[in-house]
T-cell receptor
Framework: QKEVEQDPGPLSVPEGAIVSLNCTYS??????FMWYRQYSRKGPELLMY????GNKEDGRFTAQVDKSSKYISLFIRDSQPSDSATYLC????????????FGRGTSLIVHP | GAVVSQHPSWVICKSGTSVKIECRSL??????MFWYRQFPKQSLMLMAT?????????EQGVEKDKFLINHASLTLSTLTVTSAHPEDSSFYIC???????????FGSGTRLTVV
């Protein structure tokens, strides 16, 4: 079993839909959870960064962490074609220079 | 926010030649830099971790003599692909631990094509 599991998709939704992206993990030591967005042939950019369990909201994006279930989610409200990208989850046991473990990414396509 | 500048963004080279990729932290000091390789529709594969002033730490299976990493200063880390072959063609990305908001800041990536 991989440390971080993420469905690669692709996930295709109509514009305006609510998107739910998820990752599961097996390492109970993970405390820091991140979501990155990666456009084709570009480096990933940090979208959300959360510590421990709970919700965090930033504009149309909401990150949710359930440590008891070892499950994290990223919700995108009112999805736009410009949201079409690959979304990678990442997590680490501590912040700073501790090496994060990445999911393989979910490809999202938002069609007009 | 923290910015990592990576150059070149793409490069085509002939088999047997060497290619150097640079990553600079523009507004912060990066004592650590991670180097990744990414194949199409695959996740990031950590190749090595460079630390300023010391030898890089390579992941299992990564040839240290082929992928030379240098972290000469707090703002510059380089990856040199030596004697490149077509199988080295890939997307290479660097990343440094973030500041403030946490997370990791990535460079924009380098698409290497060896012909």
């Amino acid at each position: 079993q991989k440390e971080v599991e993420q469905d690669p998709g692709p996930l295709s939704v109509p514009e305006g839909a609510i998107v739910s992206l998820n990752c599961t993990y097996s390492n109970s030591a993970f405390q820091y959870f991140m979501w990155y967005r990666q456009y084709s042939r570009k480096g990933p950019e940090l979208l959300m960064y959360t510590y421990s369990s709970g919700n965090k909201e930033d504009g149309r994006f909401t990150a949710q962490v359930d440590k008891s279930s070892k499950y994290i989610s990223l919700f995108i409200r009112d999805s736009q074609p410009s949201d079409s990208a690959t979304y990678l989850c990442a997590m680490s046991a501590s912040g700073g220079s501790y090496i994060p473990t990445f999911g393989r990414g979910t490809s999202l396509i938002v069609h007009p | 926010g923290a910015v990592v500048s990576q150059h070149p963004s793409w490069v085509i080279c002939k088999s047997g030649t060497s290619v150097k990729i640079e990553c600079r932290s523009l507004d912060f000091q990066a004592t650590t830099m991670f180097w990744y390789r990414q194949f199409p529709k695959q996740s990031l594969m950590l190749m090595a971790t460079s630390n300023e002033g010391s030898k890089a730490t390579y992941e299992q299976g990564v040839e240290k003599d082929k992928f030379l990493i240098n972290h000469a200063s707090l703002t510059l880390s380089t990856l040199t692909v030596t004697s490149a072959h077509p199988e080295d063609s890939s997307f290479y990305i660097c990343s440094a631990p973030g500041t403030g908001a946490g997370g990791y800041t990535f460079g924009s990536g380098t698409r290497l094509t060896v012909v």
